[in-house]
């Protein structure tokens, strides 16, 4: 069983729509949950982050962590076209810079 | 120059060949990282370098070989590689790698052919 899942999609959705992307893992020391962002031929860059249990707002986006069913989400709302990328998740049990364990990322296409 | 920046971009090579993979970043970080991403696979850590000291080699075969001289430059010098090395090479850094609140800064990548 991998650490970390993660849809790989695609997904492909209408602009304006709420996308919901979603992360399960299975090492229940994480206590770090972060969501980066991939644009094409660019590296990943770091979106949100949440430390341990809870929601946390950020504009259109909110992360939320369920540790009890060891689940997170990403959520976008009003979702735009330059919101078309790879999301990945990570996680880890240290901090936000120590061994990260990546999902396989999430490619998604907003449609105008 | 700003953040982190990998050169080359793209590289294509023969099994046979040497090249290497260079990464500066202009943060002021202590710490920095190799991670390979390949198509529909999660980024694997391949080395960890902090204050100039290897801390971390995940299993990565010797063709692989990391070489980190000062806090801003880190290198990956390849030799005798396989097809299935063909990937996207991300190099990241951070300010310290034992400080809770920091994160990872990631390059462009280096997009990698093996032929």
């Known amino acids: 069983q991998k650490e970390v899942e993660q849809d790989p999609g695609p997904l492909s959705v209408p602009e304006g729509a709420i996308v919901s992307l979603n992360c399960t893992y299975s090492?229940?020391?994480?206590?770090?949950f972060m969501w980066y962002r991939q644009y094409s031929r660019k590296g990943p860059e770091l979106l949100m982050y949440t430390y341990s249990s809870g929601n946390k707002e950020d504009g259109r986006f909110t992360a939320q962590v369920d540790k009890s069913s060891k689940y997170i989400s990403l959520f976008i709302r009003d979702s735009q076209p330059s919101d078309s990328a790879t999301y990945l998740c990570?996680?880890?049990?240290?901090?936000?810079?120590?061994?990260?364990?990546f999902g396989q990322g999430t490619r998604l296409t907003i449609n105008p | 120059e700003t953040g982190v920046t990998q050169t080359p971009r793209h590289l294509v090579m023969g099994m046979t060949n040497k090249k290497s993979l260079k990464c500066e970043q202009h943060l002021g970080h202590n710490a920095m990282y190799w991670y390979k991403q390949s198509a529909k696979k999660p980024l694997e850590l391949m080395f960890v370098?902090?204050?100039?000291?290897?801390?971390e080699n995940n299993s990565v075969p010797s063709r692989f070989s990391p070489e980190c001289p000062n806090s801003s430059h880190l290198f990956l010098h390849l030799h005798t590689l396989q097809p299935e090395d063909s990937a996207l090479y991300l190099c990241?850094?951070?300010?310290?790698?034992?400080?809770?609140?920091?994160?990872?800064?990631f390059g462009p990548g280096t997009r990698l052919t093996v032929l």
């Open positions: 370098y902090n204050f100039k000291e290897q801390t």
């Open positions: 990241a850094s951070s300010q310290d790698r034992a400080s809770g609140a920091d994160t990872q800064y």
């Open positions: 990570a996680m880890s049990a240290g901090s936000l810079a120590q061994k990260l364990v």
């Open positions: 090492n229940s020391a994480f206590q770090y």
